[in-house]
């Protein structure tokens, strides 16, 4: 029997464990990515690990979430960030260069290669064939430094694409269907690996689409082979050497198939205030407008820019509609500019952002009160975009360029006719790589810039036997990272975790974090109570750390999502599983609790029985956890791990 495409990376990658479904296994990581926003508490903790320089092929720390710099600390932080990259070896992406994940398509991103990013949307490189795993900044800094990266080996779902898209649909609306097969919540630990005839009709930026808002099923990552397309798609970024042919073997194992026939897929909608809400574009038709932006990771590619210009092209944006538009990268930006179509833009009204992520992370562009804003982007939490009564719908290029104009949900279908956008992928694109500062050598005589914000990363006591505390929260399900650490202007202290950690749940409860303090002063533990599917989303480790910080030591959740549990156990946090999923309803807010023989129950394997003091009555926890894992919990946390094991 062969092997499907991912299991044939994770093999020509395996450090230890044994390549079979559910066990854990290491893998040496070739490429690491980070940005801004969570590259500084990466590079802090790498600094801790006393490394001269990096150990894998190809770091790059890039500079794209958090380029407003209302106040010095962003601006201190890319100084801090430019100074770390130099003295270790890493090729620093400054700001304005682009959005990380697009970048790395562009010009980094290798088919069978390993990439360890500390950014959810890492998967976008398995549009060209690499394995691409999102993490928390500290598996990625320990990555860095050359030891391997832990994972349970994935179930492997086969994605057949068959037929080709129908006009006026794109790679967006494809996900977005899929999506509304798989949902947002119960696909951890699988991968989505794409095959099939319909793979050779979609370009390598279409295929990164996809794969990009694959993680908002909560995959581990999405791969398409590598073909005759990605090898043209190199030749056109110069880097014809990078490419090898790449493909599941005929006779190989799936956990599943799911057979998507591209020729039936329609235009999609995500309707607020989650990216599985997806229904056709017909039903939601016709409401009014009152924003609508182009980019984001997913969807601001040279191909998607160029189309949305095509549609502006000659047109006048909506007077009641703001349209922002935020090209992916320097090179989308300096090609649109070159051919014309970037005049298209502007002409229509069209308002040029920087080349960042900006507005998708709730920095800048916050709509109006109540108001219908339509992008191009993969999240549409609650109040994400900066504005709580907002209401977000995320649609492809296509849908935000026609709704523009006509100042309400457009169906592009009803704009059928002879104008469709073609767009033929350049033979060349344009290869500027200035921007990105190469440090090919280290040079351990540079001094690291440090600005008032810099903080240190906040350390962890090992794991008591017995804990005592209480329920400081209780949470609904899909509780995302966003609700338990919000972004947007709390964004600039990501580097100063006593300050960060006050706006732990501010939009659920704000008093969390003062409650959780004073449980610390009293010498006792806060746990969080949730539902099903905890810590969606992002993979900001700040939402393991920033609790961690005010003294939380366990979460009782129905379920929970890969990266966030991950985290949770790098910080030393005891992520445990309802046995019985209704014991939830039994427990509130402010219960008095005691879990005792945790050391026991871990080693022999056995649920944890958790006392609830003020009910009176016990309930069951499980967990899943490797051996490693539960050593790292004991030692409070991986950094203190790692730090044990060199000592030894
Ligand atoms: C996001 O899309 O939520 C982010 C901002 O890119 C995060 C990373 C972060 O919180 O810094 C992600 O997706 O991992
Ligand atoms: Fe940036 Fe948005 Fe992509 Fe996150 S999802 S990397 S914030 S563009």
Known sequence: MGLNLTYKILKNHLVSGKLASGEEIGIKIDQTLTQDATGTMAYLQFEAMAIPRIKTELSVSYVDHNTLQVGFENADDHRYLQTVAAKYGIKFSRAGNGICHQVHLERFAKPGKTLLGSDSHTPTAGGIGMLAIGAGGLDVAVAMSGSAFYLTVPRVIRVELEGKLRSWVSAKDV???ILSILSTKGNVNNVLEYCGEGVRTLSVPERATIANMGAETGVTTSIFPSDEITRQFLIAQDRKKDWQQLS???QCEYAK?????????VPMASLPHSPGNVVPIKKVAGEKVDQVIIGS???????????????????TVHPDVSLAIAPGSRQVLSMISKNGTLSSLIDSGARIMESVCGFCIGIGQAPKTNAISLRTSNRNFEGRSGTKSAKVYLVSPETAAFSAITGRIANPWDKEGKDIPRFKMPDKFDIDDRMIIQNQK??????????????????????????????AIKVADKITTDHIMPAGSYLKYRSNVEKYSEFVFKEIDPDFACRALKLKA???AAFILAGESYGQGSSREHAAMCPMYLGVKAVFAKSFERIHAANLVNFGILPLVFARKHDYDRIEKYDVITISDIFKCLNKNRNIVIQDDTKKIEF??????????KEIIKAGGLLNFTKGKKGR
Do not use: F, W
């Open 257 to 265: 198939t799911l057979t998507v026939d591209l020729s039936k897929i």
């Open 442 to 471: 280290v040079s351990s005589s540079v001094t690291i810039y440090r600005g008032p914000n810099i903080g240190t990363p906040p350390k962890n006591t090992p794991l008591l036997d017995k804990l005592t505390g209480n329920i």
């Open 620 to 629: 069951e926890l499980s967990y899943v956890l490797s051996a490693r894992q």
């Open 248 to 250: 599941a073997d005929a």
């Open 297 to 315: 990771c997913t969807n601001s590619s040279l191909r998607d820019l160029m189309v949305a210009g095509k549609i502006l092209e000659g047109k």
């Open 522 to 524: 009293k010498k006792k």
């Open 175 to 177: 996900i977005l269907y």
